[in-house]
């Protein structure tokens, strides 16, 4: 039950330049995924809940949330970040420009669509504006993040990959 609706976060992007945060860790963990579906795989590596982290990665996120840092927020499960990114855009009338090499991983991770569609558990993409980027931070201070991109005006996402150049460039 949520004690004030006011401080609800919904998932659509609301402005250009502000910043796109991957909270948790990103596992190579496509088992099962929807990605592998559509290639008709099923894979071994499942995505693996890691109960403590979990914990004090939601607890940070709910108290940035409460004090109005968060502007929009969605869970990466079901496609991962790639498709929390798409939904984020479709949902605001927004683009987004991010850069996986700034993605925390939690082992290494060699492929571009492996990083933009891992179904591991506990993570979430988090828009939050430039100038609330500080306070941001020392919220989620001792949880896994990382500032990898920015919302943009052009309606168009892009993505750039491990090697640096434009691996996706789709637009809404």
Do not use: W
């Not at 890691?50 to 969605?74: D, F, I, P, W, Y």
């Not at 506990?122 to 993040?145: D, I, Q």
């Not at 309606?155 to 491990?162: S, T």
């Amino acid at each position: 039950v949520m004690a004030d609706t006011k401080l609800a976060v919904s998932m659509d992007f609301k402005r250009a330049g502000n910043l796109i945060y991957v909270v948790g860790l990103t596992k190579n963990e496509l088992g099962g995924s929807a990605y592998f579906g559509t290639r008709n795989f099923i894979g071994n590596k499942v995505p693996r809940v890691e109960a403590k982290s979990a914990r004090e990665l939601m607890g940070n996120l709910s108290q940035a949330t409460g004090k109005r840092l968060v502007r929009a927020c969605h869970d990466c499960s079901e496609g991962g970040i790639g498709v929390a990114l798409a939904e984020m855009a479709f949902a605001g009338g927004l683009g987004a420009t991010i850069d996986l090499k700034k993605v925390p991983l939690g082992e290494r991770i060699d492929r571009d669509d492996y990083i933009l569609f891992s179904e591991s558990n506990s993570r979430f993409l988090a828009e939050v504006a430039p100038e609330n980027k500080a306070e941001f931070e020392k919220v989620m201070k001792g949880t896994t993040f990382a500032a990898i991109g920015q919302v943009t005006a052009a309606e168009v996402v892009e993505v750039y990959g491990l090697n640096g150049n434009k691996a996706l460039n789709a637009s809404l």
